[in-house]
């Protein structure tokens, strides 16, 4: 929304002239982001905290008196955002796919203002950032074992749209029970068993395997349909102001520059802001992480889009949408230039986790010597153990699935083992009993590796 300082009376302006006083003009710049959802970091938090946007906002040409007022609004899902952008209180909003993609309906079945779909905030290609989880003590290993049971999630997330996919997909869409629930209340569910699996975005479901109240069953990879976020701004706004919104992307991809830089410090700083804790903020943030942060808009981003609003309108009534008009890449491929990069490669260049992160090291983040990495699983253990029995607490310790290339808490993976004594991680239980399988050999918990490691 934009407030004009203007002259009430003629006299006003006659004197204001006399006294060779300009007007000036104060562009207001509302933006609404969601701090706690990983993904959205580089539009909202980082963004703020850091005074990157002011950075760049123009001060010559038509702003040379311009004052602005930005006002950084933070919520915990995307669809309060979309109304405030309705109500013509925001400018830009940040969030997830299905949001975006309702956004994008929205402002089009209004017939007035539209939305415009500019940049990428974070992504994965395979999905993993929304996962179904229970709470700890639950017999459910897999989606099927929720069949007849109950499912929380926030309706009209990212989550809740891969939810609804896959149950589509499986045939279950019958045979659960879906809940509304945000992700604080979800989260809290979970640790006291009052809800049988909850669904969300990131990074909550490894908050909540963090923290030890659940366990992760399905992981949005398995759907395999990509998860990202995103940012919608204004059409009237972007049209009147296109070099604010150029100011936007470049203070963005500082901020994806920011975490790609120091990734232990983004994850400290970001925990300081938003309270999530470091250590899952870290397993996003870092070189094979579960997030990739990078703005251009791929042509796989848009196919999903294109995919889950067939789904949204089949399942939810969602209006149509033209994706022609929604989609405009020409600020970021302007900003993205001017950063020095090759927009069209960058569209080409997409992280498979699968591939990107075959043979990196296991990690584990000390409490006072930060993070040590590992080319072997025996020195990842044997580490372990040695600081465990120096009287130390690892603060967190990192490995790979050996089927995916996700990276996976190592206290929360499953292991198998093979007859020689080597050891895989797995995300899932049934994963790792094949593997062990195939080999002749068995499944053995974290704890109980570190036992062995310790006694030796």
């Known amino acids: 929304m934009r407030v004009r300082i203007l002259?009430?009376?003629?006299?006003?302006?006659?004197?204001?002239?006399?006294?060779?006083?300009?007007?000036?003009?104060?562009?207001?710049?509302?933006i609404g982001h969601q701090s706690t959802v990983t993904n959205t970091v580089p539009g909202g938090i980082i963004m703020e905290k850091l005074g990157l946007l002011e950075e760049y906002l123009p001060h010559d040409?038509?702003?040379?008196?311009?004052d602005y007022d930005i006002i950084y609004r933070d919520y915990t899902s995307g669809p309060p955002i979309t109304n405030q952008m309705i109500a013509g209180k925001l400018q830009f909003g940040v969030m997830g796919d299905y949001p975006l993609i309702?956004?994008?309906?929205?402002?089009?079945?209004?017939?007035?203002?539209?939305s415009l779909l500019i940049e990428i905030t974070g992504y994965n290609l395979?999905?993993?950032?929304?996962?179904?989880?229970?709470?700890?003590?639950?017999?459910?290993?897999?989606l099927e074992d929720l069949k007849g049971k109950s499912i929380s999630a926030p309706f009209g997330s990212a989550a809740w749209g891969m939810l609804l996919s896959v149950l589509d997909r499986e045939g279950m869409s019958d045979e659960v029970k879906l809940v509304n629930q945000s992700p604080p209340v979800g989260?809290?569910?979970?640790?006291?068993?009052?809800?049988?699996?909850?669904?969300?975005?990131?990074?909550w479901s490894e908050v909540m395997e963090f923290r030890g109240t659940g366990r992760k069953v399905y992981d949005g990879s398995e759907a395999d349909i990509p998860t990202f976020h995103g940012t919608v701004v204004l059409k009237s706004f972007a049209e009147e102001y296109p070099e604010i919104v150029d100011a936007y992307i470049?203070?963005?991809?500082?901020?994806?520059?920011w975490i790609e830089e120091d990734p232990m410090n983004a994850a400290i700083k970001v925990s300081e802001w938003t309270g999530i804790e470091k250590e899952v903020l870290y397993l996003y943030f870092s070189e094979g992480g579960i997030s990739t942060f990078e703005a251009s808009l791929k042509p796989e981003w848009i196919e999903s889009l294109k995919s889950s609003h067939a789904l949204l309108m089949r399942e939810r009534d969602v209006p149509p949408l033209d994706f022609g008009k929604w989609v405009d890449d020409s600020y970021v491929r302007a900003a993205m230039a001017e950063h020095g990069d090759d927009y069209d490669a960058m569209v080409a260049s997409v992280v498979d986790t699968a591939t990107a992160n075959e043979g990196r090291p296991a990690e584990i983040w000390h409490p006072r010597d930060g993070i040590s990495r590992y080319d072997s699983m025996d020195q990842f253990f044997q580490s372990l153990a040695a600081i465990r029995d120096?009287?130390?607490?690892?603060?967190?310790?990192?490995?790979?699935?050996?089927?995916?290339?996700?990276?996976?808490?190592?206290?929360?993976?499953?292991?198998?083992?093979?007859?020689e004594g080597a050891y895989?991680?797995?995300?899932?239980?049934?994963?790792?009993?094949?593997?062990?399988?195939?080999?002749?050999?068995?499944?053995v918990a974290y704890a109980d590796i570190l036992d062995g490691y310790a006694s030796q």
């Not at 395979?126 to 897999?142: E, F, L, M, Q």
């Not at 009287?391 to 007859?419: M, N, Q, R």
């Open 7 to 30: 002259s009430a009376t003629s006299l006003a302006a006659g004197l204001a002239l006399f006294s060779g006083t300009a007007w000036s003009e104060t562009i207001t710049i509302g």
């Open 61 to 66: 040409g038509k702003y040379a008196d311009a």
């Open 102 to 114: 309702v956004n994008g309906a929205t402002f089009q079945a209004n017939g007035g203002d539209e």
């Open 126 to 142: 395979k999905g993993t950032g929304n996962g179904v989880v229970v709470p700890v003590a639950s017999d459910a290993y897999s």
């Open 187 to 203: 989260v809290n569910n979970i640790a006291v068993g009052r809800i049988d699996a909850h669904a969300d975005f990131t990074p």
């Open 250 to 257: 470049k203070a963005t991809l500082a901020a994806q520059d």
């Open 390 to 419: 120096s009287g130390f607490a690892p603060l967190a310790s990192y490995v790979y699935d050996a089927k995916t290339g996700l990276k996976l808490f190592g206290k929360s993976a499953f292991y198998a083992e093979s007859p």
């Open 424 to 443: 895989a991680a797995f995300l899932k239980k049934s994963d790792a009993e094949a593997a062990a399988g195939a080999e002749g050999g068995k499944v």
